[in-house]
């Protein structure tokens, strides 16, 4: 990671959204600070902070595809951001990924390309996973 465009990546490498959102950062030659989340957790402190750089709400971070997020009650529209912080804390899964921050932002880099939009140089092309080709 360079001290000049430090990039911070929220990372679940069991997803390949967030496994290509990191190789195009490497592939733009960063070394970025890797964080997985689902085994150091978070506090409210952090998801305050990322909730804040980005101008979302929880329901906005809120991954309901395979995560108790159902039988958490947490899907209906008046559930509260209090109830759905508390139960991120509970249950690191239910924040969805990855989410990439750099000196140009915090963004929820769903689909990967958006991380793309947070770097200061990027690869000329990148082949995701699938085979998908991606051209900045």
């Not at 465009?5 to 679940?12: A, D, E, K, L, R």
């Not at 709400?57 to 991954?63: E, I, S, T, V, W």
Request: hydrophobic content about 40%; aromatic content about 4%.
């Amino acid at each position: 990671m360079s001290d000049a465009f430090p990039i911070t990546i929220y990372h679940n490498p069991d997803c390949g959204t967030s496994r290509n959102a990191l190789a195009m950062i490497e592939a733009a030659g960063y070394a970025p600070k890797m964080v997985d989340y689902r085994s150091v957790g978070w506090t409210r402190a952090l998801l305050g902070e990322l909730l804040a750089a980005m101008g979302a709400r929880p329901r906005d971070l809120l991954r309901e595809k395979g995560t108790p997020a159902a039988e958490l009650g947490l899907l209906a529209p008046e559930t509260p951001d209090e109830a759905i912080v508390a139960a991120m804390l509970e249950h690191p899964i239910l924040v969805n990924r990855p989410i990439v921050v750099t000196p140009r932002g915090t963004r929820l880099c769903r689909p990967s390309e958006v991380v793309l939009t947070l770097l200061d140089r990027t690869p000329e092309s990148f082949v995701k996973e699938d085979g998908e080709i991606v051209r900045p």
